[in-house]
């Protein structure tokens, strides 16, 4: 991510981003709306226009839309500041300083090492093999945040940095950009394939049962995803390779290479030592925490604090870690405008006239009509749980009442519950974490993003459709 330097204004986007919220703010709210929700709706806006025409870097920007909301009276300042104190955003600040300690202590770069020794020939087959990885430890880590930042995140980091792929030297194309591109869209296939692969995932579960009286086990929730998941982590890769390529793309002499470098680190040094040990307890809590009382964001600070302890990080690690600081400030800026135009009924007033516009038409087009909505509207959340809390049940209903079976659409909205993440840098957990190593900047984030969207949707429902038929869900 390059950012302008200093406080250097672009005034011409700086005007075009305060025009929209002007223009949005002074329209009449709709009927049944808010004033204040509609005044943070034009905000929001100015805050997304300007991420991407960035006339300031993202967290001067959040500063300035906190100031407007705060001064402007839209939220008190307390509302204001409360993304600060959410727990997912500081899961993903942690996860950040973790991936520090992978690579202070050269870990990462000796795993780094690992695997391009058994994967090293090309860069695609080393896309696939940390895929892999990650639907391995899916089951078992509730947090795609946790296990895409805390473990995926470090190994793509090391990786990139071993073949020379840095973003502050301008070579982010060379390995670091594909590599982070797939492991962030892989994360989110394999967060839906499993009911335990994403902490929101059991509350879809609640959700599907209180709205539909759709009882789903681990077993059917892996059952009815296991086919379009596994043609999802084949097709994505690939299309990610032909439409953002590395640089590098054959590594015959990579696994030789690897050997050697493996060979000159010798054996485990101290802190590498330290540093497994500490992670081994955070990949537990991650894993059996919640028996404990012990949740990911609790988890991740023991490690941290353990980290600390033993010498790993210092405090100037912490505080040099630019991208963490940045990363917390404009994620909890959006993260709050989100859960407030939701308190205040706008993303309510929403799906009502999204149901009104459906009402009538054949199930299988309400269906997919309402599916899209639900994926695309992620685009004004900055939390897939948010996203899933303010509409689920709403479409959901809204489903079964066009008469779709029960089964079927509680299953696709779960799916794409996980898959909407894929649009924007703030969408989901992990994109914060991948897009703030700076490899990917936003505008090329979103457009890769959107291509990979419309080609999980279709494997989902197409795919998806055809296995769910067989398994007799419609």
Do not use: C
Request: without cysteine.
């Amino acid at each position: 991510m390059k950012e302008i330097s200093g406080s250097t204004i672009k005034w011409v986007p700086f005007f075009i981003t305060v025009a929209f919220g002007i223009i949005i703010w002074f329209i009449p709210a709709p009927t049944g709306v808010k004033e204040s929700a509609w005044h943070l709706f034009a905000v929001f806006v100015a805050t997304i226009v300007g991420f991407i025409s960035k006339p300031l870097p993202m967290g001067a920007i959040s500063i300035i839309a906190m100031t407007v909301i705060a001064v402007t009276n839209t939220l008190t300042i307390e509302e204001t500041l409360s993304g600060f104190g959410n727990s997912t955003i500081w899961l993903i600040v942690i996860a950040f300083f973790i991936s520090r300690g992978f690579i202070k202590t050269g870990l990462g770069e000796r795993i780094a090492y690992v695997f391009v020794r058994l994967f090293g020939k090309k860069t695609l087959s080393l896309s696939y093999s940390l895929l892999i990885s990650d639907l391995i430890l899916a089951p078992a880590i509730p947090s795609n945040t946790a296990r895409a930042g805390g473990v995926i995140f470090p190994i793509i980091q090391s990786l990139s940095r071993t073949f020379g792929s840095k973003p502050e030297d301008g070579t982010e194309r060379k390995m670091g950009a594909f590599l982070l591109t797939v492991g962030f869209q892989g994360n989110l296939i394999t967060s839906a394939m499993f009911m335990t692969a994403m902490a929101a995932n059991p509350l879809i579960v609640k959700l599907a049962s209180d709205t539909a009286g759709v009882t789903i086990t681990w077993f059917g929730w892996a059952t009815a995803m296991i086919v379009p998941g596994l043609v999802a982590l084949i097709v994505v890769p690939f299309i990610i390779y032909k439409i953002f390529p590395p640089e590098i793309k054959q590594t015959p002499e990579a696994s030789r290479i690897a050997k050697e470098k493996l060979d000159e680190f010798g054996q485990l040094k101290s802190s590498e030592k330290r540093m497994i040990a500490v992670f081994i307890v955070v990949l537990g809590l991650w894993i059996g925490g919640d028996s404990l009382g012990i949740g990911a964001t609790t988890a991740a600070l023991i490690g941290l604090s353990l980290l600390l302890l033993l010498e790993v990080l210092t405090w100037s690690d912490i505080k040099n870690e630019q991208g963490a600081w940045d990363t917390l400030v404009w994620f909890a800026t959006l993260f709050m405008m989100a859960t407030y135009m939701n308190k205040l009924g706008l993303i309510p007033w929403f799906s009502k006239e999204v149901s009104l516009f459906v009402s009538g038409y054949n199930w299988m087009f309400a269906v997919l009509i309402l599916a899209l909505v639900y994926f695309y509207s992620h685009y004004f959340f900055a939390s897939s749980t948010a996203h899933i809390s303010a509409m689920y049940a709403a479409f959901l209903s809204v489903m079964l009442q066009a008469g779709a079976p029960a089964m079927l659409a509680v299953i696709l909205l779960a799916a794409f519950s996980n898959l909407f993440g894929a649009t924007t840098h703030y969408g989901s957990g992990p994109a914060p974490v991948f897009f703030g190593a700076g490899y990917i900047e936003q505008k090329k984030w979103w457009t890769v993003g959107f291509i990979v969207s419309t080609i999980t949707i279709l494997i989902f429902v197409i795919i998806g459709g055809l296995w769910w038929k067989l398994l007799g869900y419609w």
